[in-house]
């Protein structure tokens, strides 16, 4: 065996696991897929490494690319890791994954505070986006979605309100609820109630009906255009 190899073994190290994470997992509601994903993210992070890519994690483990992709999704979407963005000295943004997530998991379940009413809410939201866009969220979009909720303080049912104006606008894309999220959020608005009074002001009045046809019509107010 080569001895260089041996030595950078030693080099490379070791990370610490902690053993209420090991012993707790499956109560946080992690698999074992799950948890030794977590693992090699933990390991990366330590190791320099914050952003790795699908590829580079499904080397490591028997999952291929693609699988893994969907399970960083899962790992977003349930709450677990979280993707942040950095701006260095040069003003270059970055992203990188963040366990605080995991860790905050950790403490509120030794805490014996409730998570299962939060995360019922939460993924449901993240079905009702899947459905509507027709397609799996990207991890970015899940991170999206949780920063809606936990950096903005949105209401769950204010952020399926914003997702149903972008489907009838017939704009549906992040961008566009994010905008009108924005300017709910800047106007006060706070329950659907409000969101639907505050949207009348600017919807003109359906078209009339004209004798032999019916012209139906979904009026809208473009959010992006709002200064």
């Not at 701006?87 to 030794?110: A, C, F, G, T």
């Amino acid at each position: 065996m080569d001895r260089n190899k041996i030595i950078q073994w030693f080099r490379e190290g070791s990370i610490a696991i902690p053993r209420v994470l090991l012993t707790n997992y499956k109560e946080l509601g992690l698999n074992e897929t799950e948890f030794m994903l977590l693992l090699h993210i933990h390991s990366f992070i330590d190791s320099g490494i914050t952003f790795p890519t699908p590829e580079q994690i499904a080397a490591r483990m028997t999952l291929s690319p693609e699988t893994c992709m969907q399970q960083l999704r899962k790992l977003v979407q349930k709450g677990f890791v979280a993707i942040e963005e950095r701006i260095d000295e040069q003003q270059i943004r970055s992203e990188h994954y963040s366990l605080e997530p995991l860790w905050e998991k950790i403490v509120r379940h030794l805490l014996k505070e409730p998570l299962r009413e939060e995360n019922e809410q939460e993924e449901e939201l993240y079905t009702l986006f899947e459905r509507e866009f027709g397609r799996p969220l990207s991890p970015m979009e899940c991170e999206t979605l949780a920063m809606w909720i936990d950096q903005d303080e949105h209401d769950p049912l204010i952020i399926k309100a914003a997702l149903r104006e972008a489907v009838l606008s017939g704009k549906l894309n992040f961008r566009y609820i994010d905008r009108i999220l924005f300017e709910w959020k800047k106007n006060g608005i706070r329950t659907i109630e409000q969101a639907q009074q505050y949207g009348k002001k600017f919807r003109k009045p359906p078209m009339k009906q004209e004798q032999g046809a019916y012209k139906p019509t979904v009026p809208f107010y473009n959010w992006l255009e709002q200064s």
